[in-house]
């Protein structure tokens, strides 16, 4: 079959399964988007390149499948940047499509010419640049197989001009060849009757689940190990999902910002069996007083990741999705009810602190989120921006559906919840998609709201709107002498923006106000945007000091009147 | 802080050294030298690394190579029998006066003399890195205008089960 490079990358792209492409057109790429109409593949313009990549990256983790975005050479390319280190840093399969130069003038400072492959060497799973258009259908195929499989993650392909537009044989491969690409494959029957002897003779186990269980599709056999063992489990930020919260057993988020109760779990714990998780510091503390009573037992798809940050006593490298389940034939049943009971102790001690549970009139962003929990049963997509703002939706809203959150967890990267919400939303239009933002974050891709009202997207979209660059100014509170310094944040009148893209907008001002406003988003059929004033000095609360362990957090006073 | 001797074999595509130097950077390893060539495999390159560390950050290493899509394989041959030899070329002042002390302790080390100026000599020495030092400081008083060193290569012997990372013999 003759083609040219640019039916080439559209005929793979349909070969692979996709059907939906983020992107921004320009000069390297405008071959491609000449050959794009004659495909099945929908194509969402996006209004920054940054929002291309973040798209793709809700889209992936939305659906489970790679998502796909596009960029021109240069600042097209560069744009992408930040949404593939995103992706990177939380193992998300993407693959990103850049133009580049022709290929007799690369290395030459073209117009738009830019290293691309050179700049996402360090955050991307691996990349190419194609300059022989014969090599093309093999770097597809196998762009697709690396981000998708063993630890996924993101894959950039930049192809020279005039590769697009030469014409050749195409043939899809059937087969990669990557010889230095290997996924885990050893026997580990051994270490898991290892584990489980490990876990018999626990007296005090905690599961910490991560994003492996996510990204492995593990959440039934997580859930069947748990209850079968009655082993509590707390987890990461991206864990969350990876067991229903609303599990007796599930004791939520643990870490900097976790629950107090999941915290002193995983200091007391005696036995720390850590699914899918890196140990990523912001759940650690400093890492020699992580776990200081507890074995661990750390099973990753990923070996690098094992003894990186912390010293196991038992590794297993595999995919949850194999695991767990060897794991649930090797283990017997247990009870665990003096273990538990402590834990439900330190439990109620933190429901009497409940900010949700005190008398208040003010519009506090926890009660907000509680709120649209409330009014969607939790069956919706949340995807959370980056901040406090963060923070209370992973401890407000009561996640139960799977793959309910998507959150950038690894970069921290404001900004990523409006775009990543419309890959999301593209991905499952079934599904109703919820965006949590502050007021920094939000402006920090506030242009894609004109993405929403072109693709008629139904994303509702709250604002917690604090006048600060909220996480910030929290740490200055407490460790900078209060010295607010670049933190106080003038933003727009977000409903009138909202209202400008031609979506409702709602401003909310008054507790009582809350339900009625939510209620509206949850009923209107297309978007919403709902400014939540909320009050402006509000922090996030258990909060560990950096450098502290786990367990010595700052804790919410206990309110007059209570014990 | 040990020094290890990694071998890695990877594909010889552009950009792959890259990849690796780039490695070493954002994970702040402490590397020593690094040597690379081709193997004796068509289309395979061949690098000696040694790098500074404990067990544990050297098995970092060893596994974020082996992680690199580029690179097939990956051994830590520091515990193992093993022939380790560098080049350096050593252009050293030698006037008419002193060429032949620099030439007599030239043939000591089994090194040899490759090019004659009309004030220097320069000398090729292949080794053990102690060796090439001995002579190297042995030359220092005479003054050593220019010097080039390879860095580590490395080998090991035969007669030795290997330790390959992925049990690949090479
Ligand atoms: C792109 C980017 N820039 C800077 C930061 C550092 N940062 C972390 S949280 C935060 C404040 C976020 O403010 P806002 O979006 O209003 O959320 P809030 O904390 O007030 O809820 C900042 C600046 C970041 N995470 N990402
Ligand atoms: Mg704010």
């Given amino acids: 079959m003759k083609r040219t490079g640019a039916q080439a990358v559209w005929e793979s792209l349909v070969r692979e399964g996709v059907d939906t492409a983020f992107g921004i057109s320009g000069g390297a790429v405008i071959h491609l988007y000449h050959a794009l109409p004659d495909y099945p593949i929908h194509h969402v313009l996006m209004r920054h390149e940054q929002g291309a990549a973040h798209a793709a990256d809700g889209y992936a983790r939305a659906t489970g499948k790679v998502g796909v975005c596009v960029a021109t050479s240069g600042p097209g390319a560069t744009n992408l940047v930040t949404g593939l280190a995103t992706a990177y840093m939380d193992s998300s399969p993407v693959v990103a499509i850049t133009g580049q130069v022709a290929t007799p003038v690369i290395g030459t400072d073209a117009f738009q010419e830019v290293d691309i492959t050179g700049i996402t060497l360090p955050i991307t799973k691996h990349n190419y640049l194609v300059t022989d258009v014969e090599e093309l259908p093999l770097v597809m195929k196998e762009a697709f197989y690396i981000a998708r499989s063993g630890r996924p993650g993101p894959v950039l392909v930049d192809i020279a001009k005039d590769v697009q537009a030469a014409e050749f044989d195409y043939d899809y491969p059937d087969e990669v060849r990557l010889p230095g690409y290997r996924l885990p494959a050893g026997d580990i029957s051994a270490q898991l009757e290892a584990a489980a002897e490990m876990i018999e003779s626990a007296e005090r186990p905690l599961i910490v689940a991560g994003h492996g269980v996510v990204l492995g599709a593990a959440e039934d056999s997580l859930l069947r190990l748990v209850e079968q063992t009655q082993i509590p489990v707390v987890t990461t930020l991206l864990g969350i999902s990876a067991i229903p919260e609303t599990h007796p057993l599930c004791l939520g988020m643990a870490g900097m910002h976790g629950e107090a109760y999941a915290n002193l779990a995983l200091a007391e714990a005696d036995l720390l069996i850590a699914l899918g998780s890196r140990f990523d510091d912001r759940l650690t503390g400093p890492v020699d007083g992580f776990g200081a009573q507890a074995k661990v037992i750390h099973v990753d798809i990923d070996t690098v990741e094992i003894n990186k940050n912390v010293l196991t006593d038992l590794a297993v490298v595999g995919d949850l999705r194999d695991v767990l389940p060897q794991l649930i034939s090797a283990v017997d049943e247990r009870n665990r009810d003096e273990w538990l009971a402590r834990i439900r102790l330190w439990r109620e001690e933190s429901a009497q602190r409940d900010i949700v549970g005190q008398e208040t009139d003010e519009l506090v962003p926890q009660f907000v989120m509680r709120q649209i929990w409330h009014a969607t049963r939790g069956e919706v997509i949340m995807v959370s921006d980056v901040g406090q703002n963060q923070m209370w939706e992973a401890q407000y809203f009561v996640h139960h559906r799977r793959r309910g959150l998507l959150s950038s967890g690894g970069l921290g990267t404001m900004g990523f919840a409006l775009p990543a919400a419309i890959g999301a939303q593209l991905g499952l239009p079934e599904q109703q998609v919820w965006v949590t933002a502050g007021d920094g974050g939000f402006q920090m891709n506030i242009q894609e709201l004109a993405t929403v009202v072109q693709e008629k997207l139904p994303v509702k979209i709250a604002i917690m709107n604090n006048g600060y660059l909220g996480m910030v100014r929290q740490w200055q509170q407490l460790f900078f002498e209060g010295r607010y310094s670049g933190t106080p944040l003038l933003g727009p009148d977000f409903a009138k923006v909202a209202e400008a893209y031609g979506i409702p907008g709602i401003t909310i001002r008054e507790k009582a106000q809350v339900d009625a406003a939510i209620l509206q988003a949850v009923e209107t059929e297309g978007p919403v945007l709902i400014d939540f004033r909320i009050v402006q000095e509000e922090n996030v609360y258990p909060m560990v000091a950096p450098g502290r362990p786990v367990n010595e957090m700052i804790r919410r006073p206990m309110p007059t009147g209570k014990r | ?170």
């Fill in chain 2, 1 to 170: 802080m040990e020094k290890h001797t990694l071998i890695a074999l990877m594909e010889d595509k552009p950009g792959v050294l890259n990849r690796v130097s780039g490695l070493f950077r954002r994970r702040n390893y402490n590397i020593e030298s690094l040597s690379v060539g081709h193997s004796e495999t068509g289309g395979i390159s061949r690098m000696t690394i040694v790098v500074n560390g404990d067990e544990r950050i050297v098995e970092q290493v060893v596994k974020q190579l082996d992680k690199l899509v580029n690179v097939t394989d990956v051994i830590d041959v520091s515990h193992r029998d093993s022939v380790f030899r560098e080049l350096a070329l050593i252009k050293v002042n030698a006037g008419p006066g002193k060429r032949s002390e620099i030439i007599e302790l030239t043939s000591v080390f089994r090194a040899r003399v490759v090019d004659v100026g009309a004030t220097s000599l320069t000398v090729e020495i292949t080794g053990p890195e102690s060796r090439v030092n001995s002579l190297i400081g042995l030359l220092e008083p005479y003054g050593i205008e220019e010097l080039a060193r390879t860095g580590r290569v490395a080998m090991v012997r035969s007669g030795n089960g290997n330790g390959s990372s992925r049990g690949i013999d090479f």
